[in-house]
């Protein structure tokens, strides 16, 4: 009650902060006319003044209203666009590390250029993110222009791009444009480099999301991962998938009945998107694997691919989840609707998929790097994002992200009209009333744009579209290609156009005068999303900068989400009204279950990301200790030799130990030929027996030190001071990186069983810091010995030893050319031989009998 009327007489959080900005909007436009009367010449050097005392250490908020006042006048000339006063708010919002939520139409694109100008003055680089590579191209093409006016320099990445010299070009740029997968590769993609010079990226100094929900939030549920093959077998994967195609699915136990059992061989949990396999199902199994306990240590594979299977048959959909293209299953983004190229389902869950449909099972890859969107949007030293969608994972971008979220009012007022959900008993009910709708808006002209949230939805309209006659277009996932055409010539008149998940964002359907007096865009969805945003994405397409439009949500008790969370209240409410079939409900009541469904799956898919984002958070300390670590082994400055004495010494107390020779033991019980054994196995170096009896331990110690470091030394002296280095550089980095992705893999093998310890009393997350603590550690110590013995196994050549081997391999090579070009031509049997031994040809290589070399 306080809060509310603390709200009336101060307004709410986001009204207070507006007021801070629209105050220094004022200051802002005072500028304008002095910029106004500047020529070009005038404006850049005022800029370029700006961004010297910028780099001489001034804050850049200091100048904001100056850069902003100079960006806005040099827009209107270059791209013929002034910012509107609410885009300059946007503009301070993305400056100050948050995220601007604005309506479609708002020009988000404009506004970026505010922030980025002003950031990239300090020379440190300004990263823009987009969600995809014709919109990273397109904003630093359009854009471009008026930084290339300013004299800032532009880079993008592209997916395709795969030179690293342009790529690096492209980020030493003020300005960078790129997708977030390509600018987290990248990233990943350093850390395996053996030279500083090879990275490509900069530091992490400012990064502005577009589409940051999209990007931050849905994207966010699948790390980014380099991986690599594990050369283990695929028949597993097939018996999987006959096995499970021969199990029965039941029901859950009924909570309300006593004693109550779950029927059949597996359950699934819709809501979870779980598989429980049932008693009888484990028993069917262990019959149809051939095995005694499905669930020994032997048999633990065999246990993850049936699990695997099930999922892929029973929560995995084609064309919704994935599709099939030739002779390959490829990942459908959820949020998106686009393919998601490249990227495989984790855990042996794509070649379940793969055994399922039948096409060619692939590897199963082994991570060599990997880290989340999360974590690595973190590492900036400021980040912001923009969007038209925000406010409902407002909670999540504070939580996880520290981003607050402010909504910036449209600079006009938005006349679409939203519509009640309309909900019907069956979906051939719905999309008999959807297509009458269509063809109703059609016969006036009016354009439409029809929300679907799967690609098998879109395709079930289209073949209905066209057996009614109407002339209409399909976005989906199988033609995103031409998503930003499509979506463009939705808003003209006549134009019915069918999108997955509103794919095409960040493109403006426009509309014309004629358009605007038929009522506008009519926007009609056909299903709920199970979150809000992707609802308010497909509204938000409509009314742009004023314009008149409609939506309306079309929905059924058979839509998965009114089927998993909220069927039976709303089946009860039109048992009770007396609904027939064709009839269709619109009520407040029920759309606000409709939107509380949506709220627990959004709560569900929340506690996912946080879910991986804890177990990441983990990773994510040893990662950031081992690229660190890198750095500094790439560093010139770096000391290797004593890095290499330390490890020496540490390998030298853990031989002991595994000799089982002890401080404080007896000298005459030290048993030095199983010590001297050891080193020999270990290090390929022979020690006399005679230099070790007799010594204490300290002495013992300090003595085959002394040996290692004196024969390493002697071999090392061969190659100057610098080659040195960069030899053991190269061979630490070799060990360092072959035991970090031997980690990697025992880290995936450890989160995929962890979930166990929960039934055992055990949190799951803190059996998993401990576990991976330790597994880190053996990692170090791991590094330290191996890197020793590798040094000590390496032999080295002499300059004159190499040069003498390459004289006998030119040598080789010579005899067996002249050899070649002669064997087809006939020797006489007295000629020299051409092999060059001084020999008569028949005494030598024309010898009668069998042949060797190039004769056989």
């Known amino acids: 009650m306080f809060s509310m009327l603390f709200r009336k007489i101060f307004g709410t959080q986001n009204d207070r902060e507006l007021k801070k900005y629209v105050k220094r909007v004022k200051g802002i436009n005072e500028l304008e006319k002095q910029y106004e009367n500047m020529g070009d010449d005038e404006l850049k050097s005022a800029f370029n003044a700006l961004r010297d005392e910028v780099r001489a250490g001034k804050s850049e908020n200091l100048v904001l209203n100056e850069v902003f006042a100079i960006v806005r006048e040099a827009s209107k000339r270059v791209l013929k666009m002034r910012h509107f006063d609410v885009q300059l708010i946007g503009g301070m919002v993305l400056n100050d590390g948050r995220i601007a939520e604005m309506k479609t139409g708002e020009g988000k694109t404009l506004v970026a250029t505010l922030p980025v100008v002003l950031n990239a003055m300090s020379g440190k680089g300004v990263h823009v993110v987009t969600v995809n590579d014709y919109l990273a191209k397109r904003d630093a093409t359009q854009m471009g222009e008026l930084y290339n006016f300013l004299g800032l320099s532009v880079g993008v990445i592209l997916s395709g791009q795969h030179d690293d010299d342009a790529r690096k070009e492209a980020y030493n740029a003020d300005i960078t444009y790129g997708t977030n997968s390509e600018f987290g590769f990248d990233y ?138 030739g002779h390959e299953v490829v990942i459908v983004d959820e949020f998106t609707g686009r393919l998601s190229e490249g990227r495989r389902f984790s855990e042996g869950l794509h070649q379940a998929l793969e055994a399922k449909e039948g096409v060619k099972i692939q590897e199963e890859s082994q991570t060599l790097a990997d880290t989340t969107y999360q974590n690595y949007f973190r590492m900036y030293k400021k980040l912001a994002g923009m969007t038209g969608t925000a406010q409902t994972e407002a909670t999540e971008f504070s939580q996880i992200y520290k981003l607050d979220v402010i909504s910036i009012p449209t600079n006009l007022p938005i006349k679409r009209l939203d519509q009640n959900d309309l909900i019907y008993k069956t979906q051939n009910e719905k999309f008999k009333a959807v297509i009458d709708e269509i063809k109703k808006a059609n016969q006036k002209g009016q354009p439409v744009l029809v929300g679907t949230a799967s690609i098998e939805r879109s395709e079930l309209l289209h073949s209905m579209l066209v057996k009614a006659g109407i002339a209409h277009s399909v976005l989906n996932a199988k033609n995103h290609e031409k998503e930003a055409q499509i979506i463009a010539q939705a808003g003209k008149k006549g134009a019915v156009t069918i999108a997955t998940n509103m794919a095409g964002r960040g493109v403006d359907i426009r509309i014309d005068d004629e358009v605007r007096a038929l009522g506008g865009l009519y926007i009609i969805g056909t299903e709920r999303h199970e979150s809000r945003r992707i609802d308010n994405q497909l509204r938000g397409r409509a009314g742009r900068q004023g314009d008149p439009g409609v939506s309306r949500f079309y929905l059924s008790l058979e839509d998965n989400l009114l089927r998993i969370f909220g069927a039976d209240r709303i089946k009860s409410i039109m048992d009770r009204l007396g609904i027939d079939e064709g009839e269709s ?24 990301r946080k879910h991986l984002l804890e177990y990441d958070d983990v990773a994510n300390e040893q990662r950031k200790t081992i690229y660190k670590y890198r750095d500094e082994l790439l560093d010139k400055e770096y000391d290797m030799s004593e890095k290499i004495a330390q490890n020496r010494a540490e390998y030298v107390a853990m031989l002991l130990e595994n000799a089982e020779i002890f401080s404080g033991g007896l000298k005459d019980d030290f048993d030095i030929k199983n010590l001297v054994s050891i080193i020999e196995n270990d290090c390929a170096e022979h020690i006399d027996e005679s230099e070790l009896i007799g010594l204490e331990y300290a002495e013992l110690a300090s003595k085959i030190d002394e040996i290692l470091t004196s024969r390493y030394e002697t071999k090392m002296s061969i190659v100057n001071p610098a080659q040195k280095r960069d030899v053991e550089k190269v061979l630490y980095l070799q060990v360092l990186d072959n035991a970090w992705r031997e980690h990697l893999y025992q880290m995936d093998i450890l989160k995929t069983g962890i979930g166990l310890r929960g039934y055992n009393q055990k949190d799951p997350l803190t059996e998993y810091k401990k576990e991976s603590y330790n597994l880190f550690m053996e990692l170090v110590n791991r590094v330290k010995t191996e890197s020793v013995k590798m040094l000590s196994i390496l032999r080295l050549k002499s300059k004159e030893e190499a040069e003498a081997e390459r004289a006998r391999e030119l040598m080789q090579e010579e005899q067996e050319s002249i050899l070649t070009n002669t064997s087809e031509k006939k020797v006489p049997r007295n000629a020299p031989c051409p092999c060059g031994s001084g020999k008569k040809y028949k005494e030598c290589h024309g010898k009668s009998g069998p042949k060797k070399g190039v004769f056989a």
Do not use: C, W
């Open 585 to 608: 409900i619109e009520s407040k009541l029920v759309t606000r279950a409709v939107e509380n469904a949506q709220k627990k799956v959004e709560n569900l898919h929340f506690e996912a």
């Open 188 to 325: 990943l993609r350093d850390n395996m480099k053996f030279d500083l010079n090879d990275k490509v990226q900069r530091k992490h100094n400012f990064v502005i999301v577009d589409e940051v929900d999209s990007i931050l939030i849905d994207e966010a549920r699948t790390p980014l991962i380099i991986s690599g093959p594990t050369n283990r077998t695929l028949d597993g994967y097939v018996k999987a998938n006959e096995v499970a195609k021969k199990l029965t699915r039941g029901e859950a136990a009924d909570p309300a009945v006593p004693n109550s059992k779950p029927t059949g061989d597996f359950v699934v949990d819709e809501k979870n998107r779980t598989i429980l396999i049932t008693e009888q199902g484990i028993n069917k199994a262990e019959e149809l694997f051939g095995v005694e306990n499905l669930y020994n240590l032997e048999n633990a594979i065999l246990s993850h691919h049936l699990d695997q299977a099930l999922k892929a048959h029973n929560l995995f959909e084609k064309d919704v989840h994935y599709v099939v293209r």
